[in-house]
């Protein structure tokens, strides 16, 4: 069965980054675009932006724009998204989520990475 | 910007009543992509509805989703035990994933 499967919790420092994977199984990797949400205590889900498996070519949010890096690693279907600069209000559980092209929605999502930001 | 406006904010029903969720966009969308999720406490979303109205595999027939250009519903239409949660909408529009601020459904 479709699987994702992310890395476990995060404790940040200010101004660090945190680097998070979601390993993917049960179908072929390059199929699926990947998509990095966000949702901080009690509040929305965020979406932060985009990766096509195939090529690796990534859209972020303008907001995140410098701020977040979306990478994948084909030998393994593994997917990573490094956010930089990390401030408290980084501190969230982040989502990876699968998109078949041109489908506009996620049929799919890893359990979730516990961003925690404190000094 | 497009925002989704999701209401109500909590939906208070017991077993067995019928549910209806509104989703509502600033701007006149597309319905092949709205979609609808279901979040239960420290879980991930789960797709319900997309394409505004076809269920996503496995989701029981008690949910169905409708509308167009500016409002969409998500009707349940029995609430059982499970169902107990909250539920977003989700819309692409203008190269960006946009989500309403959800609807909790809680037992009354």
């Known amino acids: 069965q479709v699987q994702l499967v992310q890395s476990g919790a995060e404790v940040m420092e200010p101004g660090a980054s945190v680097k998070i994977s979601c390993k993917a199984s049960g179908y072929t990797f390059a199929d699926y675009y990947i998509h990095w949400v966000r949702q901080a205590p009690g509040h929305v889900l965020e979406w932060l932006g985009y990766?096509?498996?195939?090529?690796?070519?990534?859209r972020n949010v303008e907001k995140f724009q410098g701020r977040v890096t979306m990478t994948r690693d084909t030998s393994t279907g593994t997917a990573y998204m490094e956010l930089t600069g990390l401030t408290s209000e980084d501190a969230a559980v982040y989502y990876c989520?699968?998109?078949?092209?041109?489908?506009?929605?996620?049929?799919?999502w890893g359990q979730g990475t516990l961003v925690s930001v404190s000094s | 910007e497009i925002v989704l406006t999701q209401s109500p904010g909590t939906l208070s029903l017991s077993l067995g009543e019928r549910a209806t969720l509104s989703c509502r966009a600033s701007?006149?969308?597309?319905?092949?992509?709205l979609a609808w999720y279901q979040q239960k406490p420290g879980q991930a979303p789960r797709l319900l509805i997309y394409g505004a109205s076809s269920r996503a595999t496995g989701i029981p027939d008690r949910f169905s989703g409708s509308g167009s250009g500016t409002d969409f519903t998500l009707t349940i239409s029995r609430v059982e035990p499970e169902d107990f949660a909250v539920y977003y909408c989700?819309?692409?529009?203008?190269?960006?994933?946009?989500f309403g601020q959800g609807t909790k459904l809680q037992i009354k």
């Open positions: 989700q819309q692409y529009a203008g190269s960006q994933y946009i």
């Open positions: 990766m096509r498996s195939s090529s690796g070519s990534a």
């Open positions: 989520a699968r998109e078949k092209p041109e489908g506009y929605n996620f049929d799919s």
């Open positions: 701007q006149s969308l597309g319905s092949t992509s």
